[in-house]
């Protein structure tokens, strides 16, 4: 009677199986049969491809300030983010050795001042040449140049502030050994600048840009605004770190507690259009940087898979901007049953 009983179970369980397989099996046209398709007709038009860009917000006045001679630095007065005066003290170097070099100097100076006085006197009493006169002045002029240059360092031993502004980075505190030029701090202007947003783009997408282009930026300090901007400036070579190609997007309005360092998303709308045509995603296939498969039918039975190149990714539908010159219809539903040359039927 078990028998019986399990024999059944297995019966019912291997027809249930079956049932729930024959639909599936039963959608997939066969090979030899002509496939359903929907195709829409195609229209090529010039359009203008938005570049979406992100960066962070600076002035067009930054400035890094060093020192123009190397030593320990002897102290850095300020913070980040504090305000400073043009011509307010910043950072000092310990002065001994470079005093140590002026003086060093001026002694020398001092000395062949001497020599030159003596030769002018014994020039005067025929025991000097001319030769030997003009040789002392010429050292004269050396040592005096010399002590120029020494003194001019000596000067040049402390940051001040170049104009108003306020202090985005410290890179250096007292007691560190800094190289000329090591960056010891960077400043910005306050008010008097214009804020940018500085990003990296593409080289396709730096191409199509242009100075003056216009500009939709969003600020996630300032949720819900919109801030109309424009292309400043753009750079003519790639970043040697990034490889990008850095541009820059001027407000046409700042708002008030803009801070520098803040993240911000751009829209560049060029001004520049190219042929494109658009098409709904469902038709693209196979997708792979800018390259991608369309099927197309010029007859209206049979399909054919042809390579396209996209030009941009749009929110509802994909441009294409070559690979359709000798296409009228592109087939839109039904692809995942097609390959090249199957034979197809348009259904409305």
């Known amino acids: 009677m078990r028998l019986i009983l399990l024999s059944l179970a297995t019966l019912v369980f291997f027809s249930a199986c ?17 496939v359903p398709v929907r195709t829409i007709s ?25 020192f123009k001679t190397g030593g320990i630095v002897s102290s850095v007065l300020v913070r980040e983010g504090d305000y400073v005066k043009k011509g307010q003290l910043l950072a000092t170097l310990d002065l001994t050795e470079i005093r140590a070099q002026v003086k060093q100097a001026e002694l020398g100076l001092q000395k062949v001042q001497r020599d ?26 050396i040592a005096q140049q010399q002590f120029n240059a020494a003194q001019f360092n ?21 007691g560190q050994i800094a190289g000329p030029g090591t960056p010891i701090l960077m400043t910005n202007g306050a008010g008097s600048a214009q804020w940018i947003l500085r990003t990296g783009v593409s080289d396709k997408d730096w191409a199509k840009i242009r100075i003056n282009d216009p500009a939709t930026v969003e600020i996630d300090a300032f949720p819900g605004q919109k801030f109309e901007a424009y292309i400043s400036h753009k750079m003519e070579s790639a970043d040697p770190y990034s490889g990008a190609f850095i541009i820059e997007i001027k407000l046409k309005s700042v708002p008030k507690g803009l801070a520098a360092g803040l993240f911000g998303k751009a829209t560049i709308q060029p001004r ?18 800018n390259q991608g498969f369309v099927f197309i039918t010029n007859d209206g039975k049979t399909a054919k898979r ?7 990714i749009q929110r ?3 441009e294409i901007s070559a690979g359709l010159e ?7 539903a039904g692809s995942a049953y097609l390959k090249d040359g199957s034979n197809i039927h348009i259904i409305q």
């Open 116 to 141: 030159h006085e003596r030769a002018k006197n014994l020039y005067k009493d025929s025991v000097a040449t001319l030769e030997q006169l003009e040789n002392s002045r010429t050292a004269v002029d």
């Open 18 to 34: 079956k049932n729930q397989e024959e639909p599936t099996t039963a959608a997939v046209p066969k090979a030899s049969e002509s």
């Open 42 to 66: 195609l229209e090529q038009g010039k359009k203008s491809i938005p570049v979406a860009v992100s960066g962070q917000f600076t002035t067009d006045d930054e400035t890094i300030l060093s």
């Open 272 to 289: 520049q259009q190219i042929d494109t045509w658009s098409v709904p995603y469902a038709a693209l296939l196979d997708g792979h940087a």
């Open 326 to 332: 000798d296409a009228t219809q592109l087939i839109v």
């Open 316 to 318: 509802d539908y994909v």
């Open 154 to 174: 000596l000067n040049n031993s402390e940051v001040r502030a170049p104009k108003d502004g306020y202090v985005l980075r410290k890179f250096a505190n007292s």
């Open 306 to 312: 042809i390579p396209v190149t996209i030009a941009a």
